[in-house]
């Protein structure tokens, strides 16, 4: 079996985690760490020229070992505490919010991966018809909103889970950036197509949409430390049933993702394997591009047109997607690489705190034979087949059910809801589907 390739560590101060926590400063401590910064500065540059270089030498001094003092309080890693994962969540039975019913949204419990997704066939196909008229709106300040709940409330422990987080990320040779996200306000509906979204960050969607699938506890005791430390839970529970709230009902990140399936020019659907340097998912099959869209991918768009259509920021993110991760043989991928991208459905990931995603399925202007995976995302694994016959519908319609029904321990979250959806349109509309099998 070849293994999981291993990644160069980053020895990168967490500057990252710093630029994030600022905010969180009290205007006090804030205040404070800026006078002194500036101080050790001034006084430094004027011990330069002053004939009485010994006092503001000194002072330079004083004022920056008190500064990197703070900083070193501020900063210290709190061990006193541990993180476990929710056994609360009965993933088998869990039930969308009832708001989303109304738009036929439905669960699947994914017994491989104890998880479970929301979607609903209704919305997937009105996504399909009707994509390119759904309108973005991007709301201000709401990120600041999220963020502003909290300050006051636990901060430290907030701050500790960000740097320890970043600490076992450099450990274990995965990434933990900060990347600037767009994110969405609300849940795709029926009744009200158009998308409210806003800018976001990736530490954020950590501390809501993963934080919440958590509990914490303290090491001495097992005491709990927050019984709701994101301020709202997201799980509506009673005795009966257990329902994920909407979008739409929480102050979560909510980033959205993307999933794309590339079919080859030869007719092959190419698959990957998670690398370990993921957080979600290593060692599983994903799809041929997956990840989740960047505040960029919205900018460069509303530049150019001044507004944004669903369509074309979730086309441009998987395409971004597949070139990340698919390199050719010989160079790199150019968009030439992409004959086509169809948008076919949305979830959301219950193990994710119910973050949402798009999915969608591609045509691949190259042979099988000539892409690779970039093994600083993906790989492929010798034991593990990761090509499946994509020749004519047929043969596609029987590579999707071997997959779902012969390699459910390996599929990811994310592929299997990309399976399931593909499945359900190419059912709903077969036709839509006939440029995967273009061999020109």
């Known amino acids: 079996m070849k293994r999981a390739p291993k990644f160069r560590k980053s020895s990168i101060i967490p500057t ?39 006092f503001f030498w000194y002072l330079s001094t004083v004022s920056f070992i008190v500064f990197i003092w703070n900083i070193i309080r501020y900063w210290t890693f709190d061990k006193s505490y541990e993180i476990m994962t929710r056994q609360d969540i009965n993933y088998k039975s869990i039930e969308p919010s009832d708001l989303e019913k109304k738009s036929y949204y439905q669960s699947e419990y994914i017994e491989s991966q104890n998880d479970a997704i929301i979607y609903s066939n209704k919305v997937n196909q009105y ?25 006051n409330k636990d901060i430290e422990l ?9 600490k076992a990320s450099l450990k274990n040779n995965q990434e933990f950036r900060n990347d600037e996200k767009i994110s969405m306000d609300q849940s795709i509906y029926l009744d009200k197509p158009d998308i409210d979204v806003f800018k976001s960050c990736y530490f954020l969607s950590y501390l809501t949409n993963d934080l919440v699938m958590k509990k914490i506890y303290d090491i001495s005791n097992k005491v709990e430390r927050i019984k709701k430390h994101h301020h709202i839970e997201f799980i509506n529970d009673d005795d009966l049933k257990q329902q994920i709230k909407s979008i739409n009902e929480l102050d979560f ?12 020019k030869d007719g092959f659907m190419q698959l990957w394997v998670q690398s370990t340097k993921a957080l979600r998912s290593m060692g599983l099959l994903a799809p041929t591009g997956s990840g989740s869209l960047d505040y960029k991918d919205f900018d460069l768009l509303y530049k150019v047109n001044k507004e944004v259509f669903l369509k074309e920021l979730i086309i441009s993110g998987m ?18 690489f992409i004959k086509e991208i169809k948008v076919i459905g949305y979830y959301r990931w ?39 016959p994509a020749h004519d519908l047929p043969s596609l319609k029987k590579s999707i059910e071997k997959l779902l029904n012969n390699y459910k321990v390996y ?22 589907f006939d440029f995967l099998f273009d061999k020109n």
């Open 16 to 54: 990252q985690v710093i630029s994030f926590y600022i905010p969180l400063f009290s205007n006090q401590q804030l205040l404070i760490n800026t006078i002194l910064f500036f101080i050790t500065l001034v006084t430094g540059g004027i011990g330069l020229f002053s004939d009485d270089k010994d």
């Open 127 to 151: 996504l399909i018809d009707n994509i390119q008229n759904i309108k973005l709106h991007l709301i201000e300040n709401r990120s600041k909103d999220i963020f502003n709940k909290f300050r």
């Open 158 to 166: 907030y701050k500790n889970i960000l740097l320890n987080q970043h």
């Open 253 to 264: 990140s909510n980033h959205i993702g993307v999933n794309v399936l590339g079919i080859t």
């Open 319 to 336: 395409k971004r997607e597949l070139l990340e991760e698919s390199h050719s043989v010989n160079e790199l991928l150019d968009e030439t």
């Open 350 to 388: 219950v193990g994710k705190g119910g973050l949402p995603a798009f999915l969608g399925v591609a045509k691949l202007s190259v042979n099988q034979n000539k892409i690779k995976p970039n093994i600083s995302e993906v790989y492929i694994q010798d034991d593990l087949e990761t090509k499946f």
């Open 411 to 432: 599929l990811s979250v994310p592929l299997y809801a990309n399976l399931i959806s593909l499945k359900n349109a190419i059912e709903f509309r077969a036709e839509n």
